[in-house]
């Protein structure tokens, strides 16, 4: 018997399977047209995001140690993290978004 992972929505197509650009839809590249991101990405170590070595240390002292909890931190929270600063914070953006992930959205 094949064990199915559990998946989570896509957040770059928002769980369609494509995305919509001017007059045609095209599939999302993030998720295949699945609309979905495995939960392995997600429980990935953050050093499978190839960041550099202060971005890692950054985020391992405030005990952030996978792709999961990294995803879960609005950008305001990573921004006030020790020694990080809008280089590091771009950096992150790209290495989630190779993903098709994102920080998680300010507000409530």
Do not use: F, W, Y
């Not at 599939?27 to 960041?51: H, M, P």
């Not at 950008?75 to 992150?92: F, K, W």
């Amino acid at each position: 018997m094949t064990k199915v992972e559990p998946k989570v929505r896509c957040c770059e197509c928002r769980g369609t399977g494509s995305i919509e650009l001017l007059v045609r839809r095209v599939i999302c590249t993030a998720c295949n047209g699945s609309g979905s991101v495995a939960e392995a990405v997600l429980d990935a170590r953050i050093e499978s995001l190839d960041l550099s070595l202060p971005a890692r240390t950054a985020l391992k002292k405030a005990s952030t140690l996978t792709v999961r909890q990294l995803v879960g931190c609005s950008e305001q929270t990573v921004r006030s993290l020790a020694g990080m600063n809008d280089p590091t914070i771009a950096e992150i953006k790209r290495a989630l978004a190779r993903l098709g992930l994102r920080l998680r959205p300010e507000g409530p």
